[in-house]
């Protein structure tokens, strides 16, 4: 079993780096963002090239569950207590805009685009609903509490976004990389001003973006202190019968709810990647409960990247870093905030000023609570005094039973069985 839309879609090719070469623009990482940004710099007319270390949309972008809202959970009240009210709005603009954007390719892209209200529901009580429906007034957001759902159980209430959408995120890619300047199974593997060596040849440019899931290169902005990853699990359920809208539960270890075409797609079972979670057992039972006539047609996982104070980090590298350019930690939202990040970085690698600059700037404050909690996890893994260990930063590596593999809790990076990387920022086996 795998992705559903890597199953249903099927992706262009291209060809390696043969030698040295130079670019204005290099953009490294073929996902979702990576492959926004250099659609975007075609658009505009820059001279750019993507490198990617494998296959373009063969990582998370091809493992998500592909909703686009601008409702990222429960979070405007916390934008607005950590930013203000302009910066929150501002983040609101600018996932609204991506969302825009999909809708207006969608009517010239064959991708499954459709229509659905965004819901994010509590099961326990409305506090938090209300509160974040206090916010939403605030920042002048149209929205609506509401008390019943189409679900299999009982919920005290949802907030609702109306008007969000979803997708096929792999057929929509395969449309707009066709054509675009790529260099496939072309790795990266250091970088200074102007230049960036790969495992195929040496590239010159003045700019470069990283759109790798998590930074590639270490040694500049702390990125192994602001982010750590989470993993979440996904099946398709065919004969659950059809759902109007999507759902999602305001607490990290709640359900997703989504259709597409005849399927339902349960997501859930999530926790941080290298600990324990319910995966695909805790989804399974659940659906043999309530939706006891359906079955299993597909199943997989995927993992996102968590910033610390739930805004991704979308700009310069670091201050020490002239031209290096990064969009990572999306937190669960890479849909609508690849297509931001693609409008922040089109028009800082051109020179020109975006309004969001301040807001996702990764050089922000890093003052948050959960970088004590990056940095607990990271001092007591590395004090154990057992293999093996991550290749990245040398972190004790937990068995995965369930996807047979071996993961890192202190960054993500994820080793097969038999120690290849699977998942970055490791980019040497184990």
Known sequence: MGSLWKKTARMPGFPTLEGDTRTDVLIIGGGLAGLLCAWKLEQAGVDYLLVEAERVAGGVTGDTTAKLTSQHGLIYHKLLAQFGAEKARLYYEANEGALAAYR??????????????????????????????????????PAELVTALPLPFPVAGAVRFPRQGRFHPLKFLAAIAEGLNIRERTRAISWKPGVVVTDRGTIRAEKVIVATHFPLFDS????????????????????????AGMYLDETDTGLSF???????????????????????????????????????????ATQDCMS??????????????????????????????AMAAAEVLCDLTRGKESPYEELFSPSRTMLRVQLAANVMEAAMDLMM????????????LRYN????????????????????VLDNPATRDM
């Open 258 to 300: 989504r259709s597409q075409e005849d399927l339902l797609l349960l997501g859930g079972g999530g926790h941080r990647t290298g600990k324990a979670g319910g995966g695909w057992q805790e989804l399974e039972q659940f659906a043999r409960i309530h939706y006891p006539k359906a079955e299993v047609v597909e199943r997989w």
């Open 401 to 420: 039973a369930q996807e047979h593999s071996w993961d890192c809790p202190c960054h993500g990076s994820r080793f097969s069985k038999q120690g290849k």
């Open 220 to 243: 500049h902005g702390g990125y192994f202190l602001k982010l750590y990853q989470h993993r979440s699990y996904v099946i398709a359920l065919k004969g659950a019968g059809p759902l």
């Open 308 to 337: 610390l104070d739930g805004a991704p980090y979308i700009g310069p590298y670091s201050r020490n870093t002239p031209g290096l350019y990064v969009a990572a930690g999306f937190n669960k939202w890479g849909m609508t905030t």
């Open 385 to 396: 005094p057992v293999t093996p260990r991550c290749s990245h930063m040398g972190c004790v």
């Open 104 to 141: 207006a390719l969608a009517g010239k892209i064959e991708c499954d685009f459709q229509e659905e209200d965004n819901y994010i529901y509590s099961r326990t009580g409305t506090q938090g609903l209300e509160q974040e429906m206090e916010a939403l007034g605030l920042l002048n957001i």
